[in-house]
Every structure is written in structure tokens, then in C-alpha cells.
């Protein structure tokens, strides 16, 4: 293995906890909810993940009862904000910093406890394609599960008809509702997928990236998701390319130091957000026209009686 | 006259009433300010034990409060909020908090800081550290002897003198092994977020680090050299059961003694400010178990560690040489002085990359 080829595989594992949460994330704001918790469900997955594998000594439990934290949280939120209609942004920033304090709380007896290693699944054959090979095909299976699920938003989102229903709810949730639309049963569902991923992604970190739990290890990555939304215009790909850049300047940044470039270091931590706004902005430049947020993000709906 | 002799009179008296109000009390309420969670397993984790012994030591006597994860940048509203609260001592455990302590400290005079690393004091304001880099040449030295590669890595947090002193520590440490060692340095700008600390360390092993120490709060780096089949160190706990195949040594930091023995100060109304800084010698700074290592390497470690601790060897002797080749002015007793090491703000020679400022 190369130093090119190390570096790369890292860059893909960083992505993959922002993508995985910035995906989901994705997906309640396309129909219209802006959850601005990712930060605490990413949290309460990554200690719920952490406590269940290691109650049961097993990553699978851990992964799916991270996910459940994470889902359960974004029901809450659900409740709160479609339910009784609350402000969006109160709601999500109350969810984060409730999340982030409950974590704390369920996970103190788990503090000092550690979990072996997550086993890499080399896919054979396309592992072996030179330089990039080894950094996409060689990590661990939530790696796999990221990119199967840009792959499957983007399409679900652009080619289905449950898709198209839930980009119209987003756009203008009163014209939906004319139309016969469930405007907010697919909006629980669409959040709670968002709290789904947003939980799989605190299992990334606390099962696979750095296998213990502590509080505030999501370290604001829950807010980078929520930006990487925003800077990739509500499309999946450009998530994906923006998880990508941002992993990638914050590796390099980090391999420049270990190579001794003589640059400060504050500039070079600073680069990744520098480098994801920037590829962010060019990209929308290229793509010719203003791509603006849904049109219903972040208003409450209250059906007509 | 008669006048004047009531003066005097009324002077006593308010002098008696002074050092009554100054005099023991039954308890003290005790605050602690954390830069980290308690749960870090790294510095927060330690400064929570030394909470814990001061209410093992005191029992019923002693009312503790702690607040955790506290930003640097909101530091003062969260010291205030102790401060205000009837709390006698307020412990800010991060130097991060210096300004803002220092500036609480002046608002309320009666009630006593102690600041953790820094050095502003006041009347109420007493400062303490310990002398972090004695074990960090203990550990310079282990890394040369185990290192195969003769590059070794550090991931620093930010480029303050506490933790540029380390490094310098470290490097000087390794040097007196194998002049010829090679240390690599990242910085990470955070004291605690364990990915990109892990990170941090996978980037100093793809490029050829063996051995890698951090000085930044959580076992990340260690892990990722255990995932690695390299080495590495526990910091300021000992990280032993986070990598127990890597972990050769950790330095401990000790705040149990320091703690009951301050707030044993407030009890009896003899606190006075003051500036602490332990080493070895004093318990504040201890070696975990040396493993994972030769018996004879383990030894050198353990005759470092007594030689450091009877005065005898100090990591800083004379004469020391900047990174740009000029000696550094010997300012102490044959080795630099407390203040050329607290202030630290110079790479030594030897360490290729340039010092962030």
C-alpha cells in the first residue's frame, strides 16, 4: 500500500460519518423540515451504538440500536415540530443540545470501555483496481452503506414517484395538500429517515472510527452535516462531493503537517472549510442558475379543516 | 489620647472581626471548571478524580460541583455562575481559562480561584501545574530505544509553551538516545475531538512514524497506533485497557493530593495564594506501568524517572540549542529556569518543522 493509497483510505472513512448523516439530513429538508438536532441524534446513535455492541458483544446490535436512538430522537422532534406545529429551528436546536446532554447521561457506565476492531470487507476484484481500489473497496461495511445510500436517495428522489411527492411537499406543502398529498405523514417519514442516518452515523464513530464512547465525540460533525446540505443545493451527489472534499482537505491538511510544509497550522485547519464552501460555490456557478432551498423549508404546515 | 486610643481600638476590633471571618469553617462548597467531558478518560477524567478524593476526604463536609465541557471562549459565565453561588473555591482546570478566571476572580473577591496551568494570580487567585515534560523525556527516551523506523510523531493541540515544552521534552528525551532521531509533529487545533485526533496519528504512521505520543485529551491517538501495530503512549490517564498491546507507559497526572490538601487550606483559613508546580518528586506527575517494552529498556525508563525525581537529571540542562542552531540563555541552576520552561515558545534543534504562531 502507498502512502497515495493510505491517505485516500482515510479520506473515505472521515467522509463517511458526514455523508452518511448529511444524507439523511438531506431528505427531511427536501420535504420541506429543516432538523437542526443532527448533532444530538448523531450523539445518542453513537452511545446507544457503543452500548448495545457492547452489552451484547456485537457490532450488528450496536449499528441497529444506534439507528434506533437516532430515529426515536427524530420522532421526537417529528412530534414537536408537525405535530404541534413548533418552530423548526427552536425545536432542532433544543433536540441537539437535549441529545448531547442525554448521551452524556445514558452513556457514564460505558465510559473507559473500549471495542475491537471492525474487520474491513475487501470487496475481491474491484479492491484490486490501482489507486483508488484499495481506498473504496477495502474499508468497513458502513462505508458500503454510505455510498448505497447516495445512490439510493438520489434515485429515489429523482426517479420515483414517492420521490417527486416528496420534493413537491418540500417546494409548497399548500399546493400538495390541494393536490390529495399527505403532506405531514410524509414529512414524519422523511425525518425520521433523517434520524435513522444521523444515528448510523454516531455508530460509524463510536464503533468503527475511534471505538469508545465519549461524550461530545460527534465534535459539531452533525453540524458540518447540516451545512454540506446546504452548500451541495439539496442534491445528493453534491453531498457526496462535498462530504468528499471535506474529508479530504481535513486529511491532507493533517498529512502537510506530518510532511513538515511549512504552513501554519491554523490556516491548514481551516482548510477544509475554505475548500468545501469554495468547491461548493464554483460547482453551483457550473451549474448555471441559483439552486435555492425548498420552498417550504423550515414553515410549519397546519392542514385546512 | 482618648481619640485616638479608641481608633486603635476600633482597628483591633475590625482586625479581630477580619481573621474571625477568615478563620476555619465547618464546610466548603467546591467547584471545578472542565475544559472536557469527565468522561475524556484524559485530563478532564483525572481533574474529576482529584473532585472525587476531596469528597472522599471530606465527606459531609464538602459540597462539590462540577461543570464539564466548558468552551474556553465561555468560560467566564460558566466561572461566574460558581462564583456566584456560594462556592468558597472555584478550581479552573484548563489555560484556556486564565483571562477569564482572572477577571471573575477580581468581581469576587472573597471567594478563592485556583487556576490550573496559567500564570495570572491575585490575592484569590492561586495557580498550579504540574511539570508535565519530566515525563515526557522519560517517554522521548523509551520512543527512541523502541522506535525501528527513527521517526517518531506527536499530535500536539495547540502550540501554547505547556505543550511546546513537551514536545521539546520528547525530542530532547529521544536525542539523548539516538541523535539522529527524526520527530514529526501534528497539530490539531482542538483538545478534544478523538476522530480527527485519530486522524492526526493514522497521518504520522502512513508517513513512516512508529511511535507516537499526543498531547491532546483523548486515547484516539493510541488506538489508532494498537490498530496499526505501533506504539504509543497514554496521556494524562493511564490508557492502558485502550490499547493494552501498544500502550508502553502513560504519564498520569495526580490532582488528588493538590485537591484535598487546598481545600483542607480553605477548611482551616490558612489558604493563601500561591503558585504550585509538582513534579515526579511531589506525586502531581506519575509513570503507569512500563510494558509492552525489553526489561532493559524498561530499566533505563525507571532510572530516568528516579534521576528526575532526586534532582539529579533535569530534561532542560544545559546548554540548550534552539531550532535555529543559537543556544538558548541558561537562566536556572545548570538547566533553563521555571519561567524559560513555562513560557516556552521555541522548537529545540533537531525538530525540522516550523512552530505555528
Not at chain 2, 494570580?121 to 522506535?147: C, P, V, W
Request: aromatic share 10%; charged share 15%; hydrophobic share 50%.
Amino acid at each position: 500500500m502507498t502512502t497515495f493509497e493510505a491517505i485516500l483510505f482515510t479520506i473515505v472513512a472521515a467522509s463517511t460519518p458526514l455523508l452518511i448523516a448529511a444524507i439523511g439530513e438531506l431528505v427531511a429538508e427536501r420535504a420541506g423540515v429543516l432538523n437542526l438536532g443532527v448533532e444530538g441524534m448523531m450523539s445518542m446513535g453513537a452511545v446507544c451504538a457503543f452500548a448495545a455492541a457492547f452489552t451484547f458483544d456485537s457490532t450488528l446490535a450496536g449499528i441497529l440500536l444506534g439507528m434506533t436512538a437516532g430515529g426515536l430522537m427524530a420522532a421526537l422532534f417529528a412530534l414537536a415540530v408537525l405535530g404541534f406545529a413548533a418552530n423548526q429551528v427552536g425545536a432542532g436546536l433544543a433536540l441537539t443540545i437535549f441529545g448531547l446532554g442525554l448521551s452524556g447521561l445514558i452513556g457514564a457506565p460505558f465510559v473507559g470501555q473500549t471495542r475491537p476492531r471492525v474487520e474491513e470487507w475487501p470487496i475481491p476484484i474491484l479492491s484490486e483496481i490501482p489507486l483508488v481500489g484499495h481506498a473504496l473497496f477495502s474499508q468497513d461495511p458502513l462505508v458500503y452503506v454510505a455510498f448505497g445510500l447516495v445512490a439510493g436517495v438520489a434515485f429515489f428522489l429523482a426517479r420515483t414517484r414517492t420521490g417527486l411527492r416528496l420534493r413537491s411537499i418540500g417546494e409548497n406543502h399548500v399546493s400538495a395538500h390541494a393536490l390529495g398529498l399527505p403532506v405531514l405523514k410524509m414529512r414524519v417519514y422523511a425525518v425520521i429517515f433523517g434520524g435513522l442516518c444521523a444515528g448510523l452515523a454516531g455508530a460509524y464513530l463510536s464503533l468503527v472510527y475511534t471505538r469508545f464512547w465519549s461524550p461530545n465525540m460527534t465534535a459539531g460533525r452533525g453540524w458540518i452535516a447540516v451545512a454540506l446540505v446546504v452548500f451541495a443545493a439539496w442534491r445528493p451527489m453534491w453531498a457526496l462531493v462535498g462530504a468528499l472534499v471535506f474529508g479530504t482537505a481535513t486529511v491532507l491538511q493533517l498529512h502537510a503537517q506530518a510532511a513538515q510544509v511549512p504552513l501554519p497550522s491554523q490556516l491548514l485547519a481551516a482548510a477544509p472549510y475554505i475548500a468545501t464552501i469554495l468547491a461548493l460555490v464554483l460547482l453551483s456557478i457550473r451549474r448555471g442558475r441559483a439552486v435555492g432551498a425548498p420552498g417550504s423549508l423550515g414553515t410549519p404546515f397546519v392542514p385546512d379543516r | 489620647m482618648k481619640t485616638g486610643t479608641s481608633l486603635i481600638a476600633a482597628v483591633a476590633a475590625l482586625a479581630i472581626g477580619a481573621t474571625a471571618a477568615v478563620a476555619q469553617q465547618d464546610t466548603a462548597k467546591v467547584g471545578f471548571i472542565y475544559v472536557g467531558p469527565v468522561g475524556d478518560h484524559g485530563w478532564s477524567y483525572q481533574h474529576d478524580q482529584g473532585r472525587q478524593a476531596v469528597e472522599a476526604a471530606f465527606g459531609d463536609k464538602v459540597e462539590t460541583t462540577f461543570v464539564e465541557s466548558v468552551p474556553e471562549s465561555d468560560a467566564e459565565r460558566a466561572i461566574e455562575q460558581l462564583a456566584r453561588t456560594g462556592h468558597d473555591i472555584v478550581f479552573t482546570t484548563s489555560f484556556g481559562f486564565m483571562e477569564p478566571t482572572l477577571a471573575v476572580a477580581q468581581r469576587y473577591p472573597d471567594v478563592k480561584f485556583e487556576h490550573a496551568t496559567g500564570y495570572k494570580r491575585a490575592d484569590n487567585l492561586a495557580t498550579y501545574a504540574a511539570k508535565f515534560h519530566e515525563g515526557r523525556y522519560i517517554i522521548g527516551q523509551i520512543a527512541a530505544r523502541m522506535s525501528e523506523s527513527g521517526v517518531i510523531g506527536y499530535v500536539g493541540a495547540f502550540p501554547i509553551p505547556e505543550v511546546i515544552a513537551g514536545i521539546n521534552a520528547f525530542m530532547l528525551g529521544a536525542q539523548s538516545i539516538d541523535p539522529d532521531i527524526e520527530l514529526r509533529v501534528v497539530w490539531v487545533n482542538s483538545w478534544y475531538d478523538p476522530a480527527r485526533e485519530a486522524d492526526a496519528a493514522t497521518a504520522l504512521l502512513d508517513q513512516g512514524v512508529d511511535v507516537i505520543t499526543q498531547h491532546t485529551d483523548s486515547p484516539a491517538p493510541l488506538q489508532a497506533a494498537a490498530d496499526r501495530g505501533a506504539l504509543g503512549f497514554g496521556q494524562a490517564s493511564d490508557m492502558e485497557r485502550f490499547a493494552p498491546e501498544a500502550q508502553l507507559t502513560a504519564i498520569v497526572d495526580n490532582w488528588n493530593d493538590y485537591y484535598v490538601e487546598r481545600v483542607q487550606a480553605v477548611l482551616d483559613g490558612t489558604w493563601e495564594s500561591q503558585d504550585v508546580w509538582g513534579g515526579i518528586d511531589s506525586g502531581m506527575v506519575e509513570m503507569a506501568e512500563y510494558k509492552n517494552m525489553p526489561e532493559e529498556v524498561a530499566e533505563m525508563a525507571r532510572a530516568t524517572e528516579a534521576a528526575i525525581a532526586s534532582g539529579e537529571l533535569h530534561p532542560f540542562t544545559c546548554p540548550v540549542f534552539a531550532q535555529d542552531g543559537s543556544e538558548v540563555p541558561c537562566e536556572g541552576d545548570g538547566a533553563l529556569s521555571d519561567a524559560q520552561i513555562l513560557g516556552m515558545n521555541f522548537y529545540v534543534q533537531g525538530i525540522e518543522a516550523q512552530l505555528p504562531n
